[in-house]
């Protein structure tokens, strides 16, 4: 009788860890980067219009259930992928977010040295556009202020204004936007999310990513720098508001070169809201996360 209580309390402890291993990967709620979730992917990289908006969900149920075989839905033809390409990249692109958070901008280099800015986020939103800031505060030395503010109006391209300790602006757009943010791993091109304007969209197929339902969106860009994005690759959840669960960005010889996801996410008020995302750079081996601060207020 002893026997069987240890092994009764064991098999508790055991699914406690579990359940709690499966909150930090696919949580329930509808939060990204301590903002909802609808908020966020519209505006980040990958998140990520601009910075702050879209992720994964939903605590899996199956722990004591048979994994069933996968059912594999048939390949699309390439009329219909384009079409469900532009659909789900509009309604991404359709919502108009207006949040205001704080965190910190964690930057590891390749031999393992990190640093910590702090760092500030606001989006607001019109009928007919969306403004995303990002400001972080850089000790040094020497010391720096940087600010980027990224503009979309509908049926226009991003707009990228970049200034440092107040000097003024400088304008960028298209493969001008492809440099590091504040000498972190995000450019600011994917603090836009620049790669859903590419005119070349596509779905290449539909599967499952980490416990989600996914369509894989392939994004082309028609004119790639030498030293830049010349095709993106997500894993977008199919149910609105459509996170996106990964996303691998590759250069114009067809490496990868990045590789984007969400990590830790809290429950706050009975929802869940993502702690930190991570990016990382596989050929300078460095990575940055993004830890946001997470309160009721950024609900």
């Known amino acids: 009788m002893t026997s069987l209580r240890k092994e009764a309390t064991a098999r508790q402890a055991n699914d ?11 949580p329930p709620g509808r939060s990204f980067f301590g903002f909802r979730y609808s908020d966020f992917f519209r505006h980040s990289v990958f ?14 149920t199956h722990c004591s259930a048979q994994r069933q075989p ?24 359709s919502q108009k977010p207006a949040q205001t958070n704080t965190g910190l901008l964690k930057i590891r280099d390749g031999n393992g040295v990190q640093r910590e800015l702090p760092m500030r986020f606001e989006i607001w939103s019109t009928t007919t556009s969306s403004t995303s800031v990002y400001e972080v505060k850089d000790p040094g030395p020497p010391r ?3 600010k980027l503010t990224v503009v979309h109006s509908d049926g226009r391209p991003n707009q990228y204004l970049l200034s440092e300790n107040g000097a003024l ?8 936007s492809m440099i590091p943010f504040a000498g972190s791993d995000f450019w600011v091109a994917d603090l836009g999310l620049e790669f859903l304007h590419w005119p070349q969209q596509k779905l290449s197929k539909k599967e499952m990513r980490r416990s989600r339902f996914c369509d894989v969106l392939e994004s082309v860009n028609p004119i790639p720098a030498a030293d830049g994005y010349s ?8 149910e609105p508001p459509h996170g996106i669960v990964h996303a691998d960005a590759y250069d114009a010889k067809g490496e990868r070169v990045k590789q984007f996801d969400p990590k830790e996410f809290e429950k706050v008020q009975g929802e869940y809201q993502l702690q930190e995302m991570e990016i990382r750079s596989r050929k300078s081996g460095s990575r940055t996360s993004i830890e946001f601060a997470l309160t009721a207020a950024n609900r």
């Open 231 to 238: 095709r993106v690759v997500s894993w977008i959840e199919q």
């Open 169 to 176: 602006a400088k304008t960028l757009t298209g493969n001008e």
């Open 144 to 146: 720096r202020e940087i």
């Open 47 to 60: 998140g990520i219009r601009h910075f702050v908006t879209l992720v994964l969900y939903v605590v899996t």
């Open 70 to 93: 996968e059912q594999r839905p048939p390949p699309l033809n390439p009329a219909q992928a384009e079409r469900e390409a532009r659909a789900l990249v509009a309604e991404m692109l």
């Open 16 to 26: 406690e860890r579990m359940r709690k291993s499966q909150n930090r990967i696919s």
